[in-house]
């Protein structure tokens, strides 16, 4: 199973990006796919999962109502839209998956792929 994640960037405090996470062995039939994130010095943390069934969960409260995870048409392929970025959602994205269920506890994820930086600054 790999994990390939993108459309990280240096942007200014307001403006969107969004991520990508395409997969190779792994559909999102199988499981879960999620987006954690690493800031500076800081612990992971699982920032939104979606599941095959289409339920999704939020893990960060300050992300509510400026991210918004979706799949793609291809069932290899979801989406993180991030709008009205703050310095503080600077990280490392990662994408994630599981062959059961969503967690906020990212250690229990059964596969990573390489992050993909977001920076938000002035």
């Known amino acids: 199973v790999q994990l390939q994640a993108s459309g990280g960037g240096l942007v200014q405090p307001g403006d969107s990006l969004r991520l990508s996470c395409t997969t190779s062995g792994f559909t999102l039939d199988r499981g879960a796919i999620a987006w954690v994130r690493q800031a500076p010095g800081k612990e992971r943390e699982a920032v939104s999962c979606?599941?095959?069934?289409?339920?999704?969960?939020y893990y960060i409260e300050s992300i509510k109502g400026r991210f918004t995870i979706s799949r793609g048409i291809a069932k290899n392929t979801v989406y993180l839209q991030m709008n009205s970025l703050k310095p503080e959602d600077t990280a490392v994205y990662y994408c994630?998956?599981?062959?059961?269920?969503?967690?906020?506890?990212?250690?229990?994820?059964?596969?990573w792929g390489q992050g993909t930086q977001v920076t938000v600054s002035s």
């Open positions: 979606i599941r095959s069934s289409g339920r999704i969960t």
């Open positions: 994630v998956a599981d062959e059961r269920y969503c967690t906020a506890f990212v250690d229990e994820f059964d596969y």
